[in-house]
């Protein structure tokens, strides 16, 4: 099994993720962190789904032998759209907080 | 005939329930008759209850399961329990909060239910219900100390219950440290020392019908409590003797240096139920019958000497004895009680603290025991004669009586009086009405010497006082106890505080938190 | 009678809608809006009451009602499921969601006022019913998402700055946990092969003697992500804040609810391992100790009476948790009976809390005094009892249940440490209800803002809930002793 594959891959985005929440003291680069979790999260999806040599999943003038699962990626859709809200939202609450605080910094406004 | 059993605790019950929902002028009234009621129904059942019995109570849709078992411990006990609350209510009439007179009565029933249940788990549940209870009567009068010492003794109160509550549940599995715990949970519930502060703090600010009744009955249930449930804890209660021993000499010495009046009566509270941990520990039959003995008759002089406090404090406005002084003409009747009291709590015949106080001296064995028997007999004849003095004798002080005390106090005051004398001189006769016998001849003129040897240590004692001026100005002595409970609380809220400024923390340490603790897990279940 | 499931959710989604509808024109009168608004949580709400009346009956005897989406099978369809245990705490949710409401009617008129409050309220109880009926684990996390993003609307009404920063810290943490769920359920599917809990049930079981390991794995990440959301200790950081921060009903409705959906999901996500080994119900429960150990403490040192409840509510979570953790059946009973009592009794303290900070002006537990309504002060003792678990109320019968089941499996120590935190609660609780007491003083203090009954009334109901559960739980055992054998 190759090492460099879309799971390996993801997981490592996450890592890097979890890596910038915990060390990076501006609060946006903590929410682009936490998007590169997603993204992270993502692959791994869309690489569970992938089978070798698989075609996509539509139904055409032929037989497909081996098709890529199409439910990983109906939920990344789903979680892409979560993820997008809650980045939204996050955004809007750093505008309010930068506004109520003057700072971005994490350590001085205490979060 | 065993539903009018139910009836005995019902009927407060519902006097608390017309109390609450029916805003009347007068309503405070009914309490006395619900008190009453309780108190006839239990002397009715003395026949019947000598044998004793047993009366399972199911209540609607509440799995536990409630049984009654009435013999002559616990017929004695309410007996002398509603008497006194009966009492009590009507010292208590004049007061118009109708709250007061629904929380006592309400109190009345958890206690009869308390003493009455057969299990251990319905004894908790009462007693706890009866805790709750009593810290709104302590906290009646809203001042600032009172709610300070409300805290005090709910604290310790909760702690008692609680030690009480875990020894039920860890009975079956660990069978020595459940007994310990109880025991100790009893111990704090009571009062004894080294858990005696809450008494000392709660009393004087307490009201003093509802101080009448802490001393009287609300102590004394835990130490029911352990008569009635060591033998389900195969404990050995002859380990209590040291705290019996070292409640009456530091009750009594505490009581020496006090100029509150319902300090000293509070820790004398203290003193005296070492007598009756005593009387029990003492694993003999005359011992136990001194011990139940001495409860019944604390029970009625205690009550009376802090009615007798609250009608001097109706009157003159102070608790300080230093600014009380020559009331015994302007107040006869309480003047009179009062000296009954005193005459009963230190053992003089033909009050029934003589009876007592002599059958447990017979049980005693002789030696350091008797000794320090006799000590704080001494102490507590000269703690009296200093209360008693500066009251009711010599000159006017600074306080004189502002206003009469109402028709009720009085006769509460006689009935409680009148039954001290006959408890004292029929002391055997009503015993074994109850179911108990004993051989001891206490009015023997044997006694006498002993007696005589009391009252002149005990005047000595009031004596060197008055003459060292200990007794007049006390030294200010920082009882180690008190600060060692204070150094405690402290601590805990010390911990607390550290503990609580390491958790918070900036939003990067939390989510590296969060990492460690998943790899934690992870690392933690692979081994 | 199954259709009934699909419109428990739809019917709070509704009502958002039109709710947000009516957050728009700003040609028409703000009062006729506010008439319009209440009627439509009203409305939306007696729906919900009817729709659990009808299911009542069948949930009480033990059936079970299931519905798959679009008509889609099991292995690769939504499916949807009512059961009792999602009936009795959907009932709790809705009871508390509607005193919540209730009470900010009266209180909350300038946060009501935009219109933002209520769609976000009714949005949050679509997620919370969704989060109760789904059966299918990617659902649950989707319904998950919608409630955390109303709860951070909410969170943030008042706009002080310290709302935004609660909101911004329960975020952040939020998407960790639902990242950490994500990656479970992806680990589920890629090795299982369905995302349907009853599938994922056989499939671990076969897995558990294949890959123990990934069962391991999969264990501490549902663990930390779920304990994130109800707040298990180290993962409970951003509890205090964000109660503190809350408006009244919003707190009542996070610390009585949200965090119960945490342990609903969490109940059912470790029924699907099926029989954990002992010494993860150990470290389950050990988790619960120091979870109650740590609320303790931190409670006793408070100065704010809603972190202090914040606090109170870890401690009381440490409870449940012990109870889940020991397994035993009735540790199981105690822990459930827990969770109603806990939510009736902390939504009822929030309540009161948010009165008293209205009509007080303060926060500090050194200014609250209130003694001019008797009911309140009554009421008040009454809940805190219940917490602090004295009988004859129903903390104490919840308590003792989980103390028995512990003694039943052996683990006496978790009995000593649920009933010493006991102790210290009375003393946190008493501080506060002491200054209940104090005689006036000469000094006026600020005029006292009347209070209507309608504010009131929920925080009697709920106190005379918990003493009547006190003293008589017999039926309400009953129902979770039919809870307990469906889930075990």
């Known amino acids: 099994m190759n090492l460099i594959n879309g799971i390996s891959i993801g997981l490592i985005l996450i890592l890097i993720g979890f890596f910038g929440i915990s060390t990076r003291k501006n609060i946006i680069k903590i929410i682009l962190s936490l998007n590169i979790c997603f993204m992270g999260i993502i692959l791994f999806y869309i690489s569970i789904a992938y089978v070798e040599g698989g075609t996509i999943p539509v139904l055409g003038p032929f037989e497909p032998i081996d098709i890529v699962d199409p439910l990983p990626h109906a939920l990344m859709l789903t979680t892409a759209v979560v993820e997008l809200s809650t980045t939204a939202l996050a955004l809007a609450l750093v505008m309010k907080v930068y506004e109520k605080y003057e700072t971005l910094n994490v350590r001085e406004m205490k979060l | 005939m065993t539903l009018l059993i139910t009836t005995v605790f019902l009927v407060p019950l519902l006097g608390t329930m017309l109390l609450m929902f029916f805003p009347l002028k007068k309503l405070q009234y009914v309490s006395v008759p619900c008190a009453l009621y309780s108190c006839i129904i239990l002397c009715a059942y003395i026949p019947e209850g000598i044998h004793g019995f047993t009366h399972t109570i199911l209540i609607w849709m509440n799995p536990l399961e409630f049984t009654i078992l009435i013999d002559k411990l616990a017929l004695l006990i309410t007996l002398v329990m509603s008497v006194l609350f009966t009492t009590v209510l009507v010292f208590a009439s004049h007061m118009k909060n109708r709250k007061f007179h629904m929380l006592i009565l309400l109190n009345f029933s958890v206690l009869l239910l308390s003493i009455f249940s057969q299990s251990l788990l319905g004894f908790y549940i009462c007693i706890e219900m009866a805790a709750v209870i009593t810290y709104f009567l302590i906290i009646h009068k809203k001042t600032p100390q009172s709610i300070n010492a409300g805290l005090i003794y709910f604290i310790f109160n909760i702690t008692g219950a609680i030690l009480i509550l875990l020894s039920i549940i860890i009975r079956t599995e660990l069978p020595s440290i459940a007994a310990r715990l109880f025991i100790i949970g009893c111990l704090i519930k009571a009062g004894f020392a080294p858990f005696h502060i809450w008494l000392a703090r709660a009393h004087p600010v307490a009201p003093s019908p509802v101080s009448a009744l802490l001393s009287g009955i609300m102590v004394k249930v835990s130490i029911y409590g352990i008569i009635r449930f060591a033998p389900t804890f195969t404990v050995d209660i002859s380990l209590l003797l040291i705290i019996a021993l070292l409640s009456m000499l530091l009750g009594v010495f505490s009581a020496l240096l006090q100029s509150d009046i319902k300090k000293i009566l509070a820790y004398h509270t203290v003193s005296q139920i070492g007598f009756i941990l005593l009387g029990i520990s003492l694993m003999s039959d005359t011992g136990e019958i001194g011990g139940l003995l001495h409860l019944v008759n604390h029970a009625l002089f205690k009550g009376l000497l802090f009615l007798c406090a609250g009608a001097i404090i109706y009157a003159t406005g102070t608790r300080n004895l230093h600014e009380l002084g020559g009331l015994a003409k302007h107040m006869p009747i309480p003047a009179v009680a009062c000296l009954v009291g005193s005459l009963a709590i230190s053992g003089i015949p033909p009050f029934n603290g003589y009876v007592s106080k002599c059958i447990l001296y017979e049980a005693s064995p002789s030696g350091y025991i008797s000794l320090i028997f006799s000590i704080t007999c001494a102490g507590t004849v000269a703690s009296f004669i200093k209360l008693y003095w500066h009251t009711f004798m010599g000159s006017s002080g600074k306080k004189p009586p502002q206003r009469a005390i109402p028709f009720s106090m009085k006769m509460a005051l006689l009935v409680l009086s009148g039954l001290c004398i006959i408890t004292g001189i029929f002391a055997q006769h009503i015993l074994s009405l109850v179911g108990y016998q004993i051989e001891i001849h206490v009015w023997n003129t044997a006694h006498i010497p002993q007696i005589a040897l009391n009252i002149g240590l005990g005047v000595l004692l009031y004596g060197i006082g008055m003459k060292s001026s200990l007794i007049v100005h006390p030294p200010q002595i920082r009882l180690s106890i008190d600060r060692f409970y204070q150094v405690s609380g402290d601590a805990v809220e010390y911990a607390g505080k550290k503990f609580h400024d390491i958790l918070l923390q900036d939003i990067n340490y939390y989510a590296l938190t969060i990492v460690f603790v998943l790899a934690a897990i992870y690392i933690l279940f692979s081994l | 009678m199954s259709k009934l499931i699909i419109l428990l959710v739809l019917t709070p989604m509704i009502t958002t809608f039109l709710l947000s509808i009516t957050a728009i024109p700003h040609k028409v009168e703000q009062k006729e809006l506010m008439i319009i608004r209440t009627i439509l949580s009203l409305s939306g709400f007696s729906v919900l009451f009817i729709l659990l009346f009808l299911c009542a009956s069948d949930m009480l005897s033990g059936e079970v009602y299931r519905y798959s989406l679009g008509g889609w099978d099991a292995l690769s369809g939504i499916v949807l499921q009512l059961d009792i245990l999602s009936f009795c705490i959907a009932v709790l949710s809705v009871v508390v969601c509607f005193f919540a409401l209730v009470y900010s009617f009266t209180f909350m008129e300038h946060m009501r006022g935009l219109g933002k409050f209520d769609a976000f309220f009714f949005l949050m109880i679509t997620g919370i019913m969704g989060v109760l009926v789904s059966r299918d684990i990617f659902n649950m996390y989707v319904f998950f998402e919608i409630v955390n993003i109303s709860v951070y609307v909410l969170i943030t009404t008042g706009r ?16 960790i946990s639902s990242i950490l769920f994500l990656l479970a359920v992806g680990i589920i599917y890629s090795t299982i092969g369905s995302l349907n809990m009853d599938y994922i049930a056989e499939g671990i079981s076969l897995l558990r003697i294949e890959q123990p390991s990934l069962i391991i794995l999969l264990f501490s990440l549902f663990f930390v992500s ?44 470790l029924s699907l391992f099926g029989t954990l080994p002992s010494d993860m119900n ?26 202090m409840l914040a606090y109170s509510s870890i401690n009381q979570i440490g409870v449940i948790i012990i109870g889940l953790g020991i397994g035993n059946p009735i540790a199981m009973k105690g822990a459930l009976f827990h969770i109603m009592n806990h939510a009736l009794a902390k939504a009822g303290l929030f309540l009161c809390a948010g009165i008293l900070i209205h009509t007080r002006g303060t926060r500090k537990i050194s200014g609250m005094k209130f003694k001019d309504s008797p009911g309140l002060t009554l009421s008040f003792i009454l809940l805190s009892l219940s917490i602090i678990g004295i009988p004859p109320l129903n903390g104490f019968v919840s308590k003792l249940i989980i103390c028995y089941g512990a003694i039943g499996a052996h683990f006496s120590e978790f009995t000593f440490i649920i009933f010493f935190s006991s102790i210290l609660s009375s003393v946190y609780y008493f501080r506060v209800i002491q200054t209940f007491f104090p005689k006036h003083e000469k000094k006026a203090l600020t005029p006292d803002v009347h209070v209507s009954t309608s504010t009131l009334l929920p925080i009697y109901i709920l106190a005379i809930m918990c003493l009547l559960l006190g003293l008589f739980p017999d039926t309400a055992l009953r129902i979770i002793d039919i809870i307990v054998e469906v889930i075990l």
Not at chain 3, 160 to 175: D, G, P, T
Not at chain 3, 301 to 306: E, L, N, R, S
């Open chain 3, 282 to 307: 150990y470290f389950i429960a050990v988790m619960g100790a120091m979870t109650i150990i740590t609320g303790t403490l931190c409670a006793l040192v408070q100065t704010d009476i809603k972190r």
């Open chain 3, 160 to 175: 002080k700055k310290e709302n935004y920063k609660a909101s911004l810290k329960y975020l952040i943490l939020e998407s």
């Open chain 3, 226 to 269: 779920l304990g994130l959301k109800f707040g298990v200790v180290p993962l409970h950081f951003w509890l205090p804040d964000s109660y503190f921060a809350a408006p009244s009903p919003v707190s009542t409705v996070q610390s009585g609810i949200v965090s119960k959906i945490g342990i609903y999901a969490m109940i059912r996500i």
